[in-house]
């Protein structure tokens, strides 16, 4: 049984992302709206909340549970936070694969396997370019049998 986690620098990619976007909407609230003080303010708080969430407590949380594990077989996903999901999906099942990389997803992580079999479709989620092969080549090799 092989085991595959998400990419930890997907994880930090997405922290830019979000401290950018929301650097951004906070500098908009404090240039459009210091007209209506106490407005601008909740807002700057609201996003400055939602950001810390995400990127403090929620993102690493994720990134931790999130597990593949490939069988002779199937291959079984373990993932969330809140609510914990166990997927599984055998082999012999897959009808087809799509393969999602971003540009440089080497370097950020952002690569994506989407499992489709009839009735169903399981995402594999922040791989890493090397791990997305492996899987790749695994289920061809169990195709080819």
């Known amino acids: ?5 998400a990419d930890r620098t997907g994880l930090n990619v997405l922290r830019l992302l979000i401290f950018a976007i929301t650097a951004m909407v906070i500098f908009l609230a404090y240039r459009y709206l210091s ?3 106490i407005f601008m303010w909740i807002i700057m708080l609201v996003f400055f909340t939602i950001c ?8 690493p949380l994720y990134f931790k549970s999130v597990n593949y594990y490939i069988t002779g077989r199937k291959i079984i996903k373990h993932s969330g936070f809140f609510y914990k999901t166990n997927q599984v999906m055998r082999f012999d099942s897959i009808k087809y694969t799509t393969v999602i990389s971003t540009l440089f ?3 950020t992580g952002f690569n994506f ?3 489709n079999a009839f009735g169903g479709r399981m995402i594999l989620t922040f791989l890493k370019q090397r791990d997305l092969e ?3 080549l ?3 090799l169990y195709k080819q049998k």
Do not use: H
């Open 113 to 115: 396997v989407m499992l």
């Open 52 to 59: 810390f969430f995400i990127t403090i407590i929620y993102l």
């Open 134 to 136: 492996e899987i790749l």
């Open 35 to 37: 007209f209506i003080p």
């Open 1 to 5: 049984m092989k085991r595959y986690y």
């Open 138 to 140: 695994e289920i061809q």
């Open 105 to 107: 997803s080497k370097k």
